[in-house]
């Protein structure tokens, strides 16, 4: 009796399982974005969110939590309802790092959560002040261990991926850089701009109208080819090889949501980012857009989490 019992219990759980999965959705859906309104992911999930409400027939709500670099957002995905009615707007290369900087988290960026797609990516560009004798990566190097302990880069603060971008340049390329902390980019962009410090990295999108007025000497752009908004400036894989640092963003959803509703995302998500409309929006915006299956970006997590553990370790940086 008891086994019979157990078995009506376990086929009741997956007809239940399977009819919910297939009234998917039914009610508004929250996206949530770990940083505030009005920048660059809040921009990009603004950008699909209304299509993707519009083709599931439901409301995609943006909830913007930010704070705590991120961790904030991430840990009340990670513990919500896995229904398919939260989701995250995660960007990839913060948690990987925030894996390996904070002494403590709530969460695990792989375990606990459940891969939809790859969303869009950004680069990131090194630029200098002109008043600095280079013109490309190779003479920065030459530049830099000709000059030890006399060249800097700013960042948008300690662990952060422009810190920890440079940090990687230094492993690769042999250089004692020394790094510089602002709170925020745009500090950062002040200061190289007027000669405080000598090299920053910056967002694409913001370094780029200084580099065209030639306020910015570009040195390289931090994704594996030249990115469509500067083609004329080499990426700095085309010196240091694999060389990247990209701003990449992902949906992805609690841990143990249904995979009929993964998929579902999944798919709806491909066919919005690869609209032609959308595509030139994004583009316009600085971003391009990269889609994936769950799988695979599954994969590219794990392979994050293992590529910025030995670089955040050698920079020394820490958080609580």
Known sequence: MLKIIKTIALLSAAVSFGVGAQNYPNQPIRLVVPFAAGGPSDVLARAFSQK????????VIIDNKPG???NLAAE???????DGYTLFLMMVGTQAINESLYKKLNYNVVKDFAPITLVASSSLMLVANPSVPVKNVSELIAYAKANPGKVNFGSS???????????????????DITHVP????????TDVLGGQIQTAMIGTPAALPYVK???LTPIGVTSLKRSP?????PAIAETLNKFEVELVYALVAPAGTPKEIIQRLNTQMSSILNNPEIKSQLASKGFDVETSTPEQLGEYIKAEVAKWRPIVKKSGATAE
């Open 52 to 59: 993707l409400g519009d083709d599931l027939g439901q409301p």
């Open 68 to 70: 705590a670099g991120t």
């Open 76 to 82: 009340f995905v990670a513990r919500s309802k896995a």
């Open 157 to 175: 603060g300690t662990g952060t991926p422009l810190h920890l971008g440079g940090e990687l340049f230094n492993v690769q390329a042999g250089t």
């Open 182 to 189: 602002y709170k925020g980019a745009a500090p950062a962009l």
């Open 213 to 215: 007025s030639g306020k």
């Open 229 to 233: 908004n500067a083609p004329e400036v």
